[in-house]
């Protein structure tokens, strides 16, 4: 079965850091695109960033620069480093299987921004 | 980027109802467009790739049709169960993009 499980998430100050993780079972990470995709409290959806199964990876215009997106093959996880963080990157952060087509999403793991 | 933009925001239908909700593009996606339904306080769930065609284990009242621009995606017969929000999302490039969500209840 499919799972991924992210953890990681909680309040930090603007201008701070937080590491999430997401941790895959069910399909390997290095043989899948993987993606992060955010959701602020009562808002859409917005496309993250993206780790190509080849290791390539992209970001939003609103995150280049700040965020980082890894993977640990030994551990089939996946990380996002978010440094200087804004008060606008509050919320809930989605670990999904895909590139493209977004077929399994994690329960999510809510960052909070605020002093 | 390729801004996506649904309508309506929201609606309100009874059930066995049918439902139609719409998606435009900025430009030419060809068919990389997929649908989303949010039930309330879970995870998205992919419901259409291909502009229309069916994940696996979706009931078959869900479809979906357009290419180029233009999309639309159609519930033929409301159940309780299918309230919540639905997204369209391009994946013709990066970075990927939704449309901003509309919200169905009965």
């Known amino acids: 079965e499919v799972q991924l499980v992210e953890s990681g998430g909680g309040l930090v100050q603007p201008g701070g850091s937080l590491r999430v993780s997401c941790v895959a079972s069910g399909f390997t990470v290095i043989g899948n695109h993987m993606t992060w995709v955010r959701q602020a409290p009562g808002q859409g959806l917005d496309w993250v960033s993206v780790i190509f199964s080849n290791g390539t990876t992209y970001y939003a215009d609103s995150v280049k620069g700040r965020f980082t997106l890894s993977r640990d093959i030994s551990e089939n996880t996946v990380y996002l480093q978010m440094n200087s963080l804004r008060v606008e990157d509050t919320a809930v952060y989605y670990c999904v299987r895909g590139g493209a087509n977004f077929d399994s999403w994690g329960q999510g793991t809510l960052v909070s921004v605020s002093s | 980027d390729i801004q996506m933009t649904q309508s309506p925001s929201s609606l309100s239908a009874s059930v066995g109802d049918r439902v139609t909700i719409t998606c435009q593009a900025s430009q030419d996606i060809s068919t990389y467009l997929n649908w989303y339904q949010q039930n309330p306080g879970k995870a998205p769930k992919l419901l259409m790739f291909d502009a229309s065609s069916l994940e696996a284990g979706v009931p078959s009242r869900f479809s979906g049709s357009g290419s180029g621009t233009d999309f639309t995606f159609t519930i033929s017969r409301l159940q309780p169960e299918d309230i919540g929000t639905y997204y369209c999302?391009?994946?013709?490039?990066?970075?990927?993009?939704f449309g901003q969500g509309t919200k169905v209840e009965i």
């Open positions: 999302q391009q994946y013709d490039i990066l970075p990927r993009t």
